[in-house]
């Protein structure tokens, strides 16, 4: 492509940066911080839908990656135990990364004032990635997780390769102000003892369940804590809570928290009103209550005896907390059958003759559109729901408040998800589920030394291909993901009418390669026992060099990359030549303009000049792309600094060894044939041949 054709997104056909804005902002990943971690002392890196790495070898570029990867692959781990040796477990060395033990991984002047390994990042939560609970409650989400960890060493001579969560904080963002925050303190060895959690209603979504439960001309408190006698982690941060309740309270909760399940879906009249006909389908029809009064009494009842079939102890057990939990909740949903309950709402309806398989019929096209029909009764049967429950309520406290089965102490879960009642800490454990999903299913990550030329890649089965890795950590499982013809909308060049293609794969791919100046397209045949054959042009690789074995692992791993990814990528311009090498950085470019973060390490002065050029005839771009210096010194250890350019692409503050080489080397050209040029004149030699 001629440099007076250049286009910032070759995704669009004309020659223009503005890019598409989507109505709702993917994840994404804000910054990065590490403390103590290899060459790096302290630093925070801020970082951008392209985020470009440089620096001498060895300066400290691959930190920021490997530190990422860290927590991504201890996010496959399930850290949601008991077992007080493995809460907060950190393994070092896994399919992504291999660190060693934790004074190996330790800063050397860290390691020798014993100081901890720390981590932390802010987290964009995005606004369609994550789906709801329950639609009504949780439609649109635009937060950020901020989070900060220390990691020690599991005792004082470790090289087992695993670290524990000392220090850990977590708090939640909207609009600048955090609504809620959570801190965990180790104390007494390896038990975590005390956790404790502040959140303010004003801001949250628990605000209208606390409403309703103060609802009786009660004052709403703007500020909560609780103590924690336990937590479970995911990826180093905690995901749920054991805080000790009498029993009575935690089994209260847990029929409310049922109720709020049912009122939070799609449609709450079409949800009884199903249970109704489930019931009266499965059930002989003397199993429906005959009045609410009924259904009041036997609910009370049904609660004394499980309140005392519940699993008893003295005192309160930590081994066998999450079971005692599971029965609990097991026994509370046997508690109250709302589907068998008469409801006015649905009586009224049912005696004017409407009938249920008609009225179920025109309720069930609001489910299947995810949409409340106008003439939906849900405010009325939540009414009546949330009377029955407080009466409920109310005749248990008074019935069984003084009792000692009430009053026995048992482990209380606080957990994720609205749809546990929106209770204290479930939104801070979504969002920190949230981020653990992010690092399990939307890291994407290749290695810089990709697979060599090869004419047949074997097959991959069972745990061979995992989502962080889909290609393979060097690329090896190339052909296989090429040969998947399931047709998708990939991010291709050319106008708005060929982005909205549904493609295979294989077909993107070959689409991108003439921008790439790529000759041929690619096929793969599978070839029994010996793999897959991989040509490109009707050529294997071997035939056509080292390059174009390193460049397609790179297209095909953006290419599956969705949006809210964040793809990691070490020196993916390996064996290209300089025109490549600026293709590729319009490439990149493309692919972050379309959602997908990208961080690159590279090694490439054409890569890191092509975006300057770029930057230069768009300042409107530059917000978009940030070009990161890595140096490392005795005196500071790696330093993270930002590439300033102004509106001309010019860099403000030139680095000291960032791509000055060329310069120096032209520099020190022009002298010597200066020099040879004065000297062959003072001698009387003819120098038109210099």
């Known amino acids: 492509m001629a440099m007076n054709q250049l286009r910032t997104d070759p995704l669009n056909s004309k020659n223009s940066s503005k890019t598409i804005s989507p109505i709702r902002k993917p994840t994404q990943l804000l910054k990065w911080r590490m403390k103590n971690f290899k060459s790096v002392r302290s630093a925070e890196v801020t970082l951008a839908p392209l985020t470009v790495l440089v620096g001498s070898n060895s300066a400290g570029k691959s930190s920021l990656i490997q530190s990422i990867l860290l927590f991504a692959q201890n996010a496959q781990r399930n850290n949601r135990v008991i077992d007080t040796q493995a809460r907060g477990q950190i393994i070092l060395n896994g399919d992504l990364v291999s660190l060693g033990s934790v004074s190996e991984t330790l800063n050397f002047e860290s390691a020798q004032t014993k100081e901890n390994l720390e981590f932390g990042g802010t987290f964009s939560l995005g606004q369609d990635f994550f789906r709801p609970m329950f ?261 248990v406290h008074r019935r069984f408040s003084d009792t000692a089965e009430a009053n026995k102490m048992d482990f209380d879960e606080r957990i994720r998800g609205l749809q546990r009642g929106r209770q204290i800490g479930s939104l801070i454990f979504e969002a920190v589920d949230n981020w653990n999903t992010y690092l399990t299913e939307k890291i994407r990550y290749l290695e810089p030394l990709r697979e060599v030329p090869k004419a047949f890649y074997t097959y991959a089965t069972g745990g061979g291909i995992n989502q962080q890795i889909p290609i393979g950590s060097r690329g090896e499982h190339l052909a296989q993901s090429l040969y998947d013809k399931t047709p998708r909308m990939y991010p291709l060049p050319g106008n708005k009418s060929q982005q909205q293609k549904m493609v295979s794969l294989i077909e993107a791919v ?53 949006r809210g990814d964040l793809v990691l990528l070490e020196q993916p311009e390996l064996h290209l030549n300089p025109s490549i090498q600026q293709k590729l950085a319009e490439f990149l470019l493309a692919m972050s303009q379309r959602d997908r973060q990208i961080i690159v390490e590279t090694h490439s002065e054409y890569f890191v000049t092509r975006l300057r050029l770029i930057q230069a005839r768009d300042e409107g771009i530059s917000d978009h792309i940030k070009l990161l210096f890595v140096e490392k010194t005795p005196e500071t250890g790696t330093v993270y600094r930002e590439v300033e350019t102004n509106s001309f692409g010019e860099i403000q503050d030139w680095p000291k060894g960032f791509f000055d080489q060329a310069s120096n080397d032209l520099r020190e050209l022009m002298k010597t044939i200066a020099a040879k040029k004065s000297k062959n004149l003072a001698s009387g030699t003819n120098t038109s041949a210099t």
Request: negative net charge.
């Open 135 to 395: 639609g009504r409650q949780n439609r649109v989400r635009g937060d950020q997780l901020n989070w900060d960890l220390k990691l020690i060493s599991t005792d004082n001579n470790d090289y087992s390769g695993l670290a524990n969560v000392s220090d850990s904080k977590v708090r939640l963002m909207r609009d600048n102000s955090c609504i809620e925050e959570i801190k965990v303190k180790r104390t007494g060895g390896d038990h975590i003892s005390t956790v404790k959690y502040m959140a303010n209603p004003r801001f949250s979504y628990d605000h209208l369940a606390i409403v309703l439960e103060h609802s009786q001309n009660k004052s709403i408190e703007s500020e909560k804590t609780e103590e924690y006698s336990a937590v479970s982690f995911a990826s180093g941060l905690p995901l749920e809570g054991l805080i000790l309740k009498p029993r009575l309270q935690i089994m209260l909760d847990l029929v409310k928290n049922y109720w709020r399940e049912i009122t939070s879906s799609y449609s709450a009249f079409t949800h009884i009103l199903e249970m109704r006909i489930s019931n009266r389908d499965q059930l002989e029809p003397a199993s429906l209550y005959a009045s609410v009064e009924q259904a009041l009494e036997s609910a009370v009842s049904a609660f004394e005896s499980m309140m005392l079939k519940s699993p008893q102890s003295e005192e309160a057990d930590l081994s066998t907390g999450a079971s005692k939990i599971m029965a609990l909740r097991i026994a509370a949903r046997q508690i109250v059958d709302f589907g068998a309950i008469p409801w006015n709402t649905i009586s009224k309806q049912l005696h004017e003759g409407f009938g249920e398989k008609n009225l179920l019929e025109m309720l069930q096209r609001d489910h299947d559109s995810n949409e409340k029909n106008e003439s939906s009764y849900d405010d009325e049967i939540e009414s009546e729901i949330r009377l029955f429950i407080e009466k409920f309520s109310s005749e």
């Open 510 to 562: 070959n689409m991108w390669l003439p921008f790439l100046d790529i000759d041929g397209q690619i096929e793969v045949v599978p070839q029994g026992r010996q793999g897959f054959y991989l040509t490109v042009g009707g050529h294997v690789l071997p035939m056509l060099g080292t390059g174009i074995s390193q460049i397609l692992p790179v297209l095909t791993l953006c290419l599956t990359a969705r």
